[in-house]
């Protein structure tokens, strides 16, 4: 994208200017809400939490990023399956609410 192909793996050609918009989105998120998804492993060991509610939570977090990334990726060549990105945003804002109440209560 950014190196027309010069660098890594070939993209797909002939994308319409919103799809690499979507693609970048795409990146973005991915490393913005992974990192966001390490900072919530780490806390939620201080949270304090019912033991039943943490695993839970820390996959919710990992499937947060996936599913927000991964649904811009998806909707660049299917819009109808915009879901992703709020199921996603959703379970963001969840484990993100839950650890910092968590946190608070420690």
């Not at 304090?48 to 839970?56: A, I, T, Y």
């Amino acid at each position: 994208m950014v190196t027309n192909g010069k660098f890594g793996t070939p993209g797909p050609q002939n994308l319409l200017p919103s799809q690499v918009s979507l693609y970048r989105a795409g990146h973005a998120h991915a490393g913005a809400l992974t990192l966001l998804s390490l900072f919530l492993q780490v806390a939620l060991d201080y949270a304090l939490l019912p033991h039943g509610v943490v695993m839970p939570i820390r996959l919710a977090a990992l499937a947060a990023a996936l599913l927000v990334s991964g649904g811009f990726f998806v909707i660049a060549h299917v819009p109808s399956m915009r879901g992703l990105l709020y199921v996603g945003a959703a379970l963001v804002v969840l484990t993100t609410l839950t650890v910092g109440i968590g946190l608070l209560r420690a």
